[in-house]
């Protein structure tokens, strides 16, 4: 059965490089041309060629695979998928945005849930970078599906030799993994660029896991989740790396530096929404709680650092 990527940014762009065919819908008319041209995406994947069995369009209506990878960034989702209900809505769709939607307070699979009732829904996610999927480097990412024949069917069909997919059913725990850990990952970005040292960094990492799980599980989530791929796994890779556009945001925010607005960093809003929720739920995040602040300016870094050392002393 064929497959269709929604959403021609580095991720989108990646995965269809490594299904090799597909059809990949872009929403500017213009940079679908270009692609289809020149079969490279050369503002968000430079240097990769799209394989020949990749058809990229920016008519919505030639998309007629009834598995669609979304693509999309996360607080884009609800708008996109009500504009285009009579067009998706009984297909299966694959959340690939890791996130909470700033004003429902759920993750991608819920949105889709939520606003499409009638589509088939999984997600994918874990620790992956788009240019090393692209290129062909070995990945492995969580396939979270409650219907285990719709996850078994899409574990087959979107596996590839380089593209490892472990099947998961707990979809809150993998949501919450794949969103929380970019907010750690910003925060572990503002340790280094303030240049606190990677004890510092290791500490918050840890520290920042604690907080992840806290809220998860209080959401119902499987501690064996977070501790996997979408969850620890994703963590050590955005933490501990500038290839992750939450943990360079960070960087910047830590070294007092402008970041460029136009890269999406999926963490900035879903810090701001995660805090949200803990408050409403009386769940202690002061991780998160401080980054969320940074970002809106309510607090210095020098102000987030006293009141994270400051806090009473306590056991692990």
Known sequence: MSVAILGAGAFGTALACALGEATL???????????????ENASRLPGVTLPEGVRVTAALEEVTAETILLA????ATRGFLAAHADQLGTRCLVACSKGIDLEALIGPVGVIA?????ARTALLTGPSFADDIARGLPTALTLACAD?????????????????????????????????KNVI??????????????????????RGYAEMQRLALSLGAEAETLAGLSGLGDLILTCGSEKSRNFRYGLAL??????????????????????????????????????AALIEGYLTLAEARDALLARPLTEE
Do not use: K
């Open 254 to 291: 830590g070294r007092g530096e402008a970041f460029d607005t136009a890269t999406t960093v999926e963490g900035a809003a879903t810090a701001r929404a995660v805090a949200r929720l803990a408050r409403e739920r009386g769940i202690d995040m002061p991780v998160t709680r401080m980054v």
């Open 25 to 39: 819908w872009c929403r500017d008319a213009d940079a679908a041309q270009a692609m289809a041209r020149t079969r």
């Open 185 to 206: 990952a910003i925060a572990a970005g503002i340790v280094i660029g303030a240049g606190l040292g990677e004890s510092a960094r290791a500490a918050l990492m840890a």
């Open 148 to 180: 285990p024949t719709l996850g078994a069917e899409l574990q087959e069909r979107l596996a590839t030799p380089n593209l490892r997919l472990y099947r998961n059913a707990d979809v809150i725990g993998a949501e919450l993994g794949g969103a929380l």
């Open 72 to 75: 999309i960034p996360m607080q």
């Open 114 to 118: 939520a606003t499409l009732p009638q």
